[in-house]
């Protein structure tokens, strides 16, 4: 029976690192994103002239309109695609957002703050902390997410390794707080302005009217956090660690860093202006006659303040990220401090491109009028099979962790998913705030970052675990990371569903359900 058991096993093994050499290949014959979002684009065009031969419609449930397919292929259609695909692109909500909030994360990048501040974090922790304090700066670390894979994470595995642990248990933490903390964090970062946008363009085939603004899964975000970081270590020390037993690899242990007293100075000195900067912006806000309320209401959530947060978010990276630079001389100049700002830039260039098609894609979808009538169709099968609440919810966060196993880009899934189930879910009888839908596929997508070579930094993190034994390989890591996987969507998701029980906001101006 032993043997029995022994060949399953080895069986079940090969079976299973064969179908991670066919998701692998797979995934490298799949086009560049945005070809996919040109072919998405054409197909739209197609699918609209099919379905408007058919005659297929729906009635809108608000205004008991009949909505019908526009087609594409016609004179009017072929005017408005040639007329509007430049208008498209301009007024895609992620091409702007992001752009600016580079400025200042670019700044904070090339000065080095992002890379003393992981350092900072990890080093002064004491060591039956510093599981926690390598998850917690990856969770951090997703502010600049080159920063926490290409440093935080062999930078992990290199203090384990110095302190006696086994390297690869910090890898894996460091990589449960980059890439499972996706959807976590205790800061509004580059990936908020963007899954926002692509969340408004979706919400508006329902309500014109609708802005998602970034901070709308804050309040989730932050409790969130706080499950990467206790499941990530608990996995961690319980799971993972013994799992892997002792290291008996001949790497050679490397000498960590500490920081110099100049970087510790000019960390002390980008905190107080941060402080500054905060208490300052404060006092636009807080008082009831604050310039950055609405003038008219006093409200704070439909505000200046919210509408311009994109620039907030800009000065708040930027100012510490000058201090520091002033500090540590990697800014002497103007000259300087526009070389890394431009630096950064440099890299936007494929997003740009991969912006182009993907509105293309997203304004052919709702100009054809499609994406409504699969909604008002899809809202009202759930209504008949009684499909919704937390169970609806839930399902949805496999379904994003499922197509994360097959497309690494998130912003490029959500593009895809956002304008199907956004307006869906806002039609069911109890309507759903885009803010939950975003914050579940944030959810899914994080579980499955960890397990899927589909995640664009998946190579690099086999590369750093081969330094430490060449046996290593793809399987290697997702076995590793698999409990992560397992104990984060188990606690996760009873955390959105304990929120949506309670009603609580996902974030500011992001209710459960809306009118």
């Known amino acids: 029976m032993k043997r029995f058991w022994e060949k399953v096993g080895i069986f079940s093994?090969?079976?299973?690192?064969?179908?991670?050499?066919?998701?692998?290949?797979?995934?490298?014959k799949l086009p560049?994103?945005?070809?996919?979002?040109?072919?998405l684009a054409l197909f739209v065009v197609i699918l609209s002239w099919i379905t408007h031969h058919l005659g297929i419609s729906a009635v809108h449930p608000v205004d008991g309109d009949v909505v019908s397919v526009k087609n594409l292929v016609s004179s009017d259609g072929f005017r408005w695609m040639y007329t509007s695909m430049l208008e498209n692109f301009l007024r895609f909500p992620p091409l702007g957002y992001v752009l600016v909030v580079m400025i200042?994360?670019?700044?904070a990048e090339?000065?080095?703050?992002?890379n003393i501040m992981i350092r900072a974090l990890v080093l002064n922790a004491p060591k039956r902390f510093i599981t926690g304090a390598v998850v917690l700066a990856g969770i951090i670390s997703g502010l600049a997410v080159e920063a926490g894979y290409v440093v935080l994470i062999p930078l992990g595995a290199m203090i384990f390794h110095a302190i006696g642990?086994?390297?690869?248990a910090g890898l894996a933490a460091a990589f449960c707080g980059v890439s499972g903390g996706f959807g976590a964090n205790f800061f509004i970062g580059t990936i908020d302005p963007v899954l926002a946008g692509i969340s408004t363009s979706a919400a508006q085939l329902i309500d014109p009217d609708m802005v998602v603004n970034p901070a709308v899964n804050y309040y989730f975000m932050i409790a969130s956090s706080f499950v990467v970081l206790l499941v990530g270590s608990w996995v961690t020390d319980k799971v993972v660690e013994p799992r892997l037993g002792k290291?008996?690899?001949?790497?050679?242990?490397?000498?960590i860093q500490m920081l110099t007293p100049q970087e510790n100075k000019a960390l002390k000195w980008a905190g107080i202006s941060v402080l500054i900067f905060i208490v300052l912006f404060a006092l636009t806000v807080v008082p009831e006659n604050g310039i950055l309320r609405d003038p008219e209401t006093g409200s704070i959530l439909h505000s200046p303040f919210f509408d311009g947060i994109i620039i907030g978010i800009m000065v708040l990276f930027f100012i510490p990220s000058l201090v520091f630079g002033i500090v540590v001389k990697t800014i002497r100049n103007d000259k300087d401090m526009m070389k890394h700002i431009i630096k950064s830039m440099n890299g936007m260039g494929s997003y740009i491109v991969l912006v182009f098609f993907a509105a293309q894609f997203v304004y052919f979808f709702n100009y054809s009028n499609l994406g409504?009538?699969?909604?008002?169709?899809?809202?009202?099968?759930?209504?008949?099979i009684g499909f919704t609440g937390p169970a609806l919810i839930v399902a949805f966060v496999i379904l994003a962790a499922f197509i994360n196993m097959f497309m690494g880009s998130a912003s490029a899934k959500w593009a895809i998913i956002a304008p199907v189930f956004i307006p869906m879910l806002m039609l069911l009888d109890n309507a759903y705030h885009p803010?939950?839908?975003q914050a579940a596929f944030r959810i899914g997508d994080s579980l499955t970052n960890l397990i899927t070579p589909m995640m664009s930094y998946f190579a690099l993190i086999v590369t750093f675990a081969q330094k430490y034994d060449e046996k290593y390989g793809i399987g290697t890591i997702i076995s590793t990371m698999l409990p992560y996987t397992i104990f984060l969507g188990i606690v996760w998701i009873a955390l959105l569903v304990v929120w949506m029980l309670f009603g609580i906001p996902m974030g500011p101006d992001g209710p459960i359900y809306i009118n």
């Open 13 to 28: 093994k090969k079976a299973f690192a064969k179908s991670l050499d066919y998701v692998e290949i797979i995934g490298n």
């Open 32 to 39: 560049h994103p945005a070809t996919i979002f040109g072919l």
């Open 104 to 107: 200042g994360i670019g700044l």
């Open 110 to 114: 090339g000065t080095g703050l992002f």
């Open 165 to 168: 642990r086994h390297p690869m």
């Open 247 to 255: 290291y008996e690899g001949a790497a050679e242990k490397f000498k």
């Open 372 to 384: 409504l009538i699969i909604a008002i169709e899809g809202a009202a099968g759930l209504r008949e």
């Open 435 to 437: 803010g939950i839908t």
